[in-house]
């Protein structure tokens, strides 16, 4: 399976970005899928996922009302519905599928196929 993340940009602080990541290869519909998240000089940090039906795995508390994460299996797609956003959620995204059965945050980093990212930037 094949990912590609886009949709990042440069937003002013409260502004909204939605992100998009096309699954190619397989049918997205075979895995859950989340999105990851890497700022400057930090490590990469989960921030939400979908289980294959689309249920809700988890999601990071700095951002639980402000980002909304769904799925599209019809059209092989993800989303990161953002909001209200931060200087400090400044980073590069990743969107990150796996075929394990709603898998924890580890688990997709451990053993998710990674797609390449997109930069978000937040002015402040």
């Known amino acids: 399976v094949q990912l590609q993340a886009f949709g990042g940009g440069l937003v002013p602080a409260g502004g909204s970005l939605t992100l998009s990541c096309v699954v190619s290869g397989r049918s997205v519909s075979r895995y859950s899928m989340a999105w990851f998240r890497r700022a400057p000089g930090e490590e990469r940090e989960f921030v939400a996922g979908?289980?294959?039906?689309?249920?809700?795995?988890d999601s990071v508390d700095s951002v639980k009302v402000r980002f909304t994460m769904s799925r599209d299996n019809a059209k092989n797609m993800v989303y990161l519905q953002m909001n209200g956003l931060k200087p400090e959620d400044t980073a590069v995204y990743y969107c990150?599928?796996?075929?394990?059965?709603?898998?924890?945050?580890?688990?997709?980093?451990?053993?998710?196929?990674w797609g390449q990212g997109t930069q978000v930037t937040v002015s402040s």
């Open positions: 979908l289980g294959k039906s689309g249920g809700v795995i």
């Open positions: 990150v599928s796996s075929s394990i059965a709603g898998p924890s945050a580890s688990q997709f980093e451990r053993f998710g196929s």
